[in-house]
């Protein structure tokens, strides 16, 4: 049975701000509950212009850390990655009151993304290669993801990698 905060309004009670650790200078621009019936029950999550904070984690997710989040209520689901843009991981956390929080998760995750072009490394070898903005910094973060059955450890396949990302980032300025 779904259950919906009833005792929450429009904002994120000030509690549950300090509860998530949001940082000072982040914009609040949406949130949910769950499951829990009030405020001194309820797990909160909430977006904010830089990242994503979840209580029942205890985690602080920037957007340019979350490669793909998926709603299926009331499950938000999240695949993150570490600095370097490898090591996935899947995070799930439940969420009874969504409010407006999967779209903001879509749409801040969207818009870190700069570039993702696929990268041709001879010999019918691949990548993607991703530009995400940093949330926190001003600066662009590259990953290379391996098609599957590569290794990403092999020294010849990292070396046309490089390569090809070199001649992307040149032909793009980046």
């Given amino acids: 049975m779904r ?10 009670p000030g509690t549950a701000i300090a509860m998530l650790g949001i940082l000072p200078g982040e914009k609040v621009v949406a949130w949910a509950a769950g499951p829990g019936a009030d405020v001194t029950q309820a797990h ?15 985690e602080r997710l920037p957007w340019d850390r979350i490669t793909k ?9 999240l695949v993150v990655v570490d600095e370097a843009g490898q090591g996935a991981r899947l ?19 969207t818009a870190s993304v700069l570039v993702s072009e696929r990268l041709d490394l001879g010999e019918g070898r691949g990548a993607l290669a991703v530009a995400r ?15 599957s059955g590569l290794d990403p450890a ?21």
């Fill in 133 to 147: 903005r940093s949330s926190d910094a001003d600066e662009v973060r590259w990953s290379v993801r391996f098609d």
């Fill in 154 to 174: 092999d020294p010849d396949l990292r070396a046309d990698a490089d390569a090809a990302l070199a001649r992307l980032r040149d032909s793009l300025g980046i």
């Fill in 3 to 12: 259950r919906i905060i009833p005792k929450l309004g429009g904002r994120l």
């Fill in 44 to 58: 909160f999550a909430a977006a904010t212009d830089r990242a994503l904070y979840l209580q029942a984690t205890g």
């Fill in 69 to 77: 989040a998926m709603w299926d209520e009331p499950l938000l689901e």
């Fill in 91 to 109: 995070v799930r956390v439940r969420v009874d009151d969504a409010r407006d929080l999967p779209a903001a998760v879509h749409d801040r995750v």
